[in-house]
């Protein structure tokens, strides 16, 4: 068994222990109800900035989260450490807090019946991850940094990678008990193209995996994907002014379309009137080109888990079928206060997938006269009102199906929910965003581009 | 014994560079909204993060459990890790510059007083709050009141001579409200974070009259239209002129992000802004004595200071870590900070601000003919190229010398040192007005920001027809 596996397994044990006896200890107290999570991680991580390397990190941590329920009021307390006189005051702080709060008869948990203990999903641990070294990571981080810095014009401000292992136990009064193991490899890198005084826009990237076997692969392609963008984005113009349509990349979708619609279906926006689709589940909401899931147990995805944040199975679910509301997304909670019930969604959605169209990409980008091609939206978006406005970031603009160029100073607006029913294709091919979600490209209709 | 004595006696058993820190971190949280109350939480956070540095390599490690054999495992780990990282390097060895040391032991105003505050006063005046901006229109959809308090005690203690502590306190106090009219919505809010305590929060100029303001202000929203697109000629508010050093300048001012190529790159000495333009820094500001970034010395045991980014236009001076001004020959200005004992120092800003000059708000609007006034400061980013933007809840119109119709927010873009070009003129008008929420790099850090009025022209993001 490796290190890294013994002590998580050590400190899962006695973070297991402290949990039923803070349950017991706030039980004693007089609590109604009493909600544990606990987590430990061991994390190795090493840092480059300016392709040098800076620092080599080693971190053993672990988290007590609880929550009371008293007379019909809640507070809660977290910390960082599992001694007992710790979490006995952590108890009598939550419950302080309770009695100054205002009574809400809709608060609740979920008995074991409705949350029995989920089978651990298999692909979330690997055991070569838990195997790996500062040493290994090292190799990896500098596998990376040559690919990286491959061509002299990329400036590579910070490049972090790191491999992490975590136990994760959520606990309740009422006989839920809930524990999972996460092992997961991860990158990110930031930095920009320089060549003289000219300076590309500023960008990142990175994901993480489950696995460390192929892992390099992964992060290799995506350094020479990177690389090829950065330098491809110099000499920027700036796009003309025109209102109509622009090209979302996956990670635009994401940035731009994506928060907005999950504000909408949240239980917490339904339950307090702020939801325009307060009472559209089964209704058209937005374009028929969008479908859109949430699939938990899928191990591409690095949310995937089998239990939400009460505790409760999770499950593959539709949220968004040819455009149609299909669901609100409610905890035990909000699922309560609107007569609903939970879709297990308490800290989701996990991971969203957005099932890809039937438009050619390269189509595409050459049957518009105009467009603008958005990779990254850097703004504001109010999710109320649906008003987006921010700077087309990372960004370039076609005319005709020619790529005239890299834009900057060029900004977007417009409403989202007008722009939701404005979609005018939707891409076959579709991409892994970070190892957390999947989205295509799409035509959107409506949007303001001020540039020139 | 107190922990800074502890880590003392630890850092002198060892060889070459070792700098412990011990950080103690307790917040509360509440949030009411609706009548209920969302949030009502405690958080404690403590450890010792270790950094060492070995053959010019760092290592880190950090322990939550702050017993002496703890410390010291986590020591050896941290050189080990160094260790490793030393033979990996190709280039130049990291050296440090000593700078102004810290060894005093520091107590900010209010840390008594909010210690010693009762949650149920402090959780009754946001439940209060809540109440009071519900019931203030009945155009009012929803209100949303959220506190929060850090309470941080901090010891550090370095091989070559830091040996300091502090206590201080960072409450904070955010308002927002949905406004509704026949299906439409309008969002507004105000907030405002010290380094004090409750009497000094709810002392800050932003707070006075809030319920007030922010009821009048969403519910004009509500027939407000959006601005014209394109660029304009404005006017920024202290909020907005903060978020415009603190985003557009401050961040490629930072002394990491110089060398991996920002704009401010190479322009020492340079003229960057219109000679009105004085902007700094500042860890211990004295105009308010306030601003939520103040701070006695940084996360290496350096003693803050004011540092003076640009001076009458020209750029002076970048923001500093000890390795970084070892490397650019110059003294530390007390930037580097950590967010919790598990993070390793990176370069952040403190209080970054505009300094005030000598026009009036009034006669700026008077002497404008087309325009904006821009208030209402939200979210905004950088890019290492200069390029920023950021968002305003609202704007006010200025015709002919008259500021005129409330208007929907925008969004304001350009690129930093352009926009700095611009400014014809500086208010004597001052105020702090971004100590809520966080900075985010990586790791989140509290910081302030502000500024008088200043007069320069910028893009905004409009609608097209």
């Given at each position: 068994?490796?290190?890294?596996?013994?002590?998580?397994?050590?400190?899962?044990?006695?973070?297991?222990?402290?949990?039923?006896?803070?349950?017991?200890?706030?039980?004693?107290?007089?609590?109604?109800?009493?909600?544990?999570?606990?987590?430990?991680?061991?994390?190795?991580?090493?840092?480059?900035?300016?392709?040098?390397?800076?620092?080599?990190?080693?971190?053993?941590?672990?988290?007590?989260?609880?929550?009371?329920?008293?007379?019909?009021?809640?507070?809660?307390?977290?910390?960082?450490?599992?001694?007992?006189?710790?979490?006995?005051?952590?108890?009598?702080?939550?419950?302080?807090?309770?009695?100054?709060?205002?009574?809400?008869?809709?608060?609740?948990?979920?008995?074991?019946?409705?949350?029995?203990?989920?089978?651990?999903?298999?692909?979330?641990?690997?055991?070569?991850?838990?195997?790996?070294?500062?040493?290994?990571?090292?190799?990896?981080?500098?596998?990376?940094?040559?690919?990286?810095?491959?061509?002299?014009?990329?400036?590579?401000?910070?490049?972090?990678?790191?491999?992490?292992?975590?136990?994760?136990?959520?606990?309740?009064?009422?006989?839920?008990?809930?524990?999972?193991?996460?092992?997961?490899?991860?990158?990110?890198?930031?930095?920009?193209?320089?060549?003289?005084?000219?300076?590309?826009?500023?960008?990142?990237?990175?994901?993480?995996?489950?696995?460390?076997?192929?892992?390099?692969?992964?992060?290799?392609?995506?350094?020479?994907?990177?690389?090829?963008?950065?330098?491809?984005?110099?000499?920027?113009?700036?796009?003309?002014?025109?209102?109509?349509?622009?090209l979302?990349t996956p990670?635009?979708?994401?940035?731009?379309?994506?928060?907005?619609?999950?504000?909408?279906?949240?239980?917490?926006?339904?339950?307090?009137?702020?939801?325009?689709?307060?009472?559209?589940?089964?209704?058209?909401?937005?374009?028929?080109?969008?479908?859109?899931?949430?699939?938990?147990?899928?191990?591409?995805?690095?949310?995937?888990?089998?239990?939400?944040?009460?505790?409760?199975?999770?499950?593959?679910?539709?949220?968004?079928?040819?455009?149609?509301?299909?669901?609100?997304?409610?905890?035990?909670?909000?699922?309560?206060?609107?007569?609903?019930?939970?879709?297990?969604?308490?800290?989701?959605?996990?991971?969203?997938?957005?099932?890809p169209g039937k438009d050619n990409l390269t189509a595409m980008?050459?049957?518009?006269?105009?467009?603008?091609?958005?990779?990254?939206?850097?703004?504001?978006?109010?999710?109320?009102?649906?008003?987006?406005?921010?700077?087309?970031?990372?960004?370039?603009?076609?005319?005709?199906?020619?790529?005239?160029?890299?834009?900057?100073?060029?900004?977007?607006?417009?409403?989202?929910?007008?722009?939701?029913?404005?979609?005018?294709a939707v891409s076959t091919v579709t991409e892994?965003?970070?190892?957390?979600?999947?989205?295509p490209w799409m035509v959107?209709?409506?949007?303001?581009?001020?540039?020139? | 014994?107190?922990?800074?004595?502890?880590?003392?006696?630890?850092?002198?058993?060892?060889?070459?560079?070792?700098?412990?820190?011990?950080?103690?971190?307790?917040?509360?949280?509440?949030?009411?909204?609706?009548?209920?109350?969302?949030?009502?939480?405690?958080?404690?956070?403590?450890?010792?993060?270790?950094?060492?540095?070995?053959?010019?390599?760092?290592?880190?490690?950090?322990?939550?459990?702050?017993?002496?054999?703890?410390?010291?495992?986590?020591?050896?780990?941290?050189?080990?890790?160094?260790?490793?990282?030393?033979?990996?390097?190709?280039?130049?060895?990291?050296?440090?510059?000593?700078?102004?040391?810290?060894?005093?032991?520091?107590?900010?105003?209010?840390?008594?007083?909010?210690?010693?505050?009762?949650?149920?006063?402090?959780?009754?005046?946001?439940?209060?709050?809540?109440?009071?901006?519900?019931?203030?229109?009945?155009?009012?959809?929803?209100?949303?009141?959220?506190?929060?308090?850090?309470?941080?005690?901090?010891?550090?203690?370095?091989?070559?001579?830091?040996?300091?502590?502090?206590?201080?306190?960072?409450?904070?106090?955010?308002?927002?409200?949905?406004?509704?009219?026949?299906?439409?919505?309008?969002?507004?809010?105000?907030?405002?974070?010290?380094?004090?305590?409750?009497?000094?929060?709810?002392?800050?100029?932003?707070?006075?009259?809030?319920?007030?303001?922010?009821?009048?202000?969403?519910?004009?929203?509500?027939?407000?239209?959006?601005?014209?697109?394109?660029?304009?000629?404005?006017?920024?508010?202290?909020?907005?002129?903060?978020?415009?050093?603190?985003?557009?300048?401050?961040?490629?001012?930072?002394?990491?992000?110089?060398?991996?190529?920002?704009?401010?790159?190479?322009?020492?000495?340079?003229?960057?802004?219109?000679?009105?333009?004085?902007?700094?820094?500042?860890?211990?500001?004295?105009?308010?004595?306030?601003?939520?970034?103040?701070?006695?010395?940084?996360?290496?045991?350096?003693?803050?200071?004011?540092?003076?980014?640009?001076?009458?236009?020209?750029?002076?001076?970048?923001?500093?870590?000890?390795?970084?001004?070892?490397?650019?020959?110059?003294?530390?200005?007390?930037?580097?900070?950590?967010?919790?004992?598990?993070?390793?120092?990176?370069?952040?800003?403190?209080?970054?601000?505009?300094?005030?000059?000598?026009?009036?708000?009034?006669?700026?609007?008077?002497?404008?003919?087309?325009?904006?006034?821009?208030?209402?400061?939200?979210?905004?980013?950088?890019?290492?190229?200069?390029?920023?933007?950021?968002?305003?809840?609202?704007?006010?119109?200025?015709?002919?010398?008259?500021?005129?119709?409330?208007?929907?927010?925008?969004?304001?873009?350009?690129?930093?040192?352009?926009?700095?070009?611009?400014?014809?003129?500086?208010?004597?008008?001052?105020?702090?007005?971004?100590?809520?929420?966080?900075?985010?790099?990586?790791?989140?850090?509290?910081?302030?920001?502000?500024?008088?009025?200043?007069?320069?022209?910028?893009?905004?993001?409009?609608?097209?027809?």
């Amino acid at each position: 068994m490796s290190e890294t596996k013994n002590t998580i397994n050590e400190l899962s044990k006695k973070l297991d222990e402290a949990a039923k006896a803070t349950l017991d200890y706030s039980k004693s107290q007089s609590a109604d109800r009493t909600k544990v999570s606990a987590s430990c991680t061991v994390e190795k991580r090493l840092v480059v900035e300016n392709k040098e390397f800076t620092l080599a990190n080693t971190l053993e941590s672990q988290k007590i989260g609880l929550l009371v329920h008293k007379d019909q009021r809640k507070g809660s307390a977290a910390l960082n450490n599992a001694q007992e006189p710790s979490l006995q005051r952590a108890v009598t702080d939550a419950l302080s807090l309770a009695r100054f709060s205002v009574p809400d008869p809709f608060l609740i948990m979920p008995a074991a019946t409705e949350a029995p203990s989920t089978k651990p999903l298999s692909f979330m641990w690997n055991d070569r991850t838990s195997e790996i070294s500062l040493k290994d990571l090292q190799e990896f981080t500098q596998a990376m940094l040559a690919h990286l810095t491959k061509d002299k014009r990329v400036a590579i401000d910070r490049l972090e990678v790191s491999t992490s292992c975590m136990w994760h136990g959520l606990y309740n009064s009422l006989g839920v008990r809930q524990t999972e193991t996460q092992s997961a490899v991860s990158w990110s890198f930031m930095g920009m193209a320089v060549d003289g005084n000219d300076v590309s826009g500023f960008d990142y990237d990175g994901r993480s995996a489950y696995s460390w076997d192929g892992s390099l692969d992964l992060a290799l392609k995506q350094c020479a994907e990177f690389t090829e963008k950065v330098v491809r984005n110099l000499r920027p113009i700036k796009a003309p002014t025109y209102k109509g349509l622009v090209l979302l990349t996956p990670r635009a979708v994401e940035e731009i379309l994506l928060g907005t619609m999950l504000y909408h279906m949240a239980g917490s926006s339904v339950m307090d009137g702020k939801s325009q689709w307060h009472e559209k589940i089964g209704s058209q909401v937005v374009s028929n080109m969008i479908h859109l899931s949430d699939d938990p147990h899928n191990e591409r995805f690095s949310g995937a888990t089998a239990f939400d944040g009460d505790g409760l199975p999770t499950a593959k679910r539709t949220l968004i079928e040819n455009g149609v509301l299909m669901t609100h997304l409610h905890d035990c909670y909000t699922a309560n206060r609107c007569k609903s019930k939970s879709t297990a969604t308490s800290g989701g959605p996990f991971a969203l997938m957005c099932k890809p169209g039937k438009d050619n990409l390269t189509a595409m980008m050459n049957a518009r006269p105009e467009l603008l091609v958005v990779d990254r939206f850097s703004g504001n978006i109010d999710p109320i009102k649906g008003d987006f406005s921010g700077v087309a970031k990372s960004s370039r603009y076609f005319k005709n199906g020619k790529d005239i160029g890299a834009v900057a100073e060029t900004m977007i607006a417009g409403n989202l929910f007008e722009v939701l029913n404005k979609v005018q294709a939707v891409s076959t091919v579709t991409e892994d965003l970070s190892g957390s979600m999947q989205m295509p490209w799409m035509v959107v209709d409506g949007v303001s581009v001020t540039g020139n | 014994m107190s922990m800074k004595q502890i880590l003392h006696n630890l850092v002198h058993r060892q060889s070459g560079y070792v700098e412990l820190r011990w950080h103690k971190r307790t917040s509360q949280s509440f949030v009411a909204t609706k009548g209920r109350v969302d949030v009502a939480n405690t958080s404690t956070t403590e450890g010792v993060g270790v950094r060492a540095l070995v053959d010019g390599a760092w290592g880190f490690a950090a322990t939550a459990d702050i017993s002496e054999p703890s410390i010291k495992r986590a020591i050896q780990q941290a050189q080990a890790n160094a260790a490793l990282l030393a033979k990996a390097r190709k280039g130049h060895t990291i050296a440090l510059k000593t700078g102004r040391l810290c060894t005093k032991d520091f107590v900010g105003d209010g840390f008594a007083e909010l210690q010693q505050m009762q949650i149920a006063d402090k959780l009754g005046k946001v439940i209060d709050l809540e109440k009071q901006l519900a019931k203030s229109s009945q155009r009012m959809h929803t209100a949303k009141v959220r506190y929060t308090e850090y309470m941080e005690e901090k010891a550090i203690v370095t091989s070559d001579g830091a040996n300091c502590s502090l206590k201080i306190a960072q409450p904070e106090l955010a308002l927002s409200a949905i406004a509704e009219k026949d299906g439409q919505r309008a969002t507004g809010g105000k907030g405002a974070g010290v380094s004090g305590g409750w009497t000094c929060l709810f002392n800050h100029p932003t707070l006075n009259h809030v319920v007030d303001d922010i009821a009048k202000t969403t519910v004009d929203l509500l027939d407000a239209k959006y601005p014209e697109g394109g660029r304009k000629k404005v006017i920024l508010a202290p909020a907005v002129v903060g978020l415009l050093c603190h985003e557009a300048i401050g961040h490629t001012v930072e002394a990491d992000f110089v060398k991996a190529g920002s704009v401010a790159a190479g322009k020492i000495g340079q003229a960057v802004a219109s000679p009105l333009v004085t902007m700094a820094d500042s860890g211990q500001e004295s105009i308010a004595g306030y601003a939520v970034g103040n701070l006695p010395f940084d996360d290496e045991g350096v003693e803050t200071e004011n540092t003076i980014i640009i001076k009458d236009g020209k750029l002076v001076s970048y923001l500093h870590n000890r390795e970084t001004a070892a490397e650019f020959g110059v003294n530390p200005t007390g930037n580097s900070r950590a967010w919790l004992f598990s993070d390793e120092p990176l370069i952040r800003m403190r209080n970054t601000y505009l300094l005030p000059g000598q026009s009036k708000l009034a006669d700026m609007i008077a002497t404008m003919d087309d325009g904006y006034l821009v208030e209402g400061a939200g979210s905004g980013q950088a890019d290492s190229n200069g390029e920023f933007m950021f968002g305003c809840s609202h704007v006010w119109e200025i015709k002919n010398g008259k500021k005129t119709n409330l208007l929907r927010e925008a969004t304001l873009s350009g690129i930093a040192f352009d926009v700095l070009k611009t400014v014809d003129a500086v208010s004597s008008e001052f105020q702090w007005d971004l100590g809520t929420g966080h900075c985010g790099k990586g790791q989140p850090a509290k910081v302030d920001a502000g500024g008088p009025y200043i007069r320069c022209e910028i893009n905004v993001g409009g609608r097209q027809s």
